[in-house]
């Protein structure tokens, strides 16, 4: 499958951190407000507590900072690309490295 050209191959996937989720949730937050009350912030406490479960929060960063998330080891429970980087393969980068654990 090929990536969309914006999006560099390494665009790495990794476990996240409680920093990670702490901009993810500020995001979450923002983009709520923004567009009405839409959006995974209704959701917090799934992805909150997926931090505590091992292998179950998994981001993807660009300039230290994550701008995509995935709840659920094998399956994406819960994809979500913040606003100003959709579009560019990054959901899509998240679930083919889920299929690849699933896989592995």
Do not use: H
Not at 25 to 41: N, T, V
């Amino acid at each position: 499958m090929p990536m969309a050209d914006n999006v560099p191959i390494s665009a790495e996937v990794v476990g996240g951190t409680r920093e990670d989720l702490i901009c993810i949730l500020a995001w979450l937050k923002r983009e709520y407000d923004e567009d009405g009350g839409s959006g995974f912030w209704c959701n917090r406490g799934v992805i909150s507590d997926a931090l505590g479960k091992p292998g179950n929060l998994w981001v993807i960063r660009r300039n230290g900072e994550a701008v995509a998330f995935q709840v659920g080891e094998f399956a994406a429970d819960i994809v979500s690309v913040r606003k100003d980087q959709r579009k560019c393969g990054l959901a899509r980068r998240l679930v083919e490295a889920s299929i690849g654990r699933a896989e592995a």
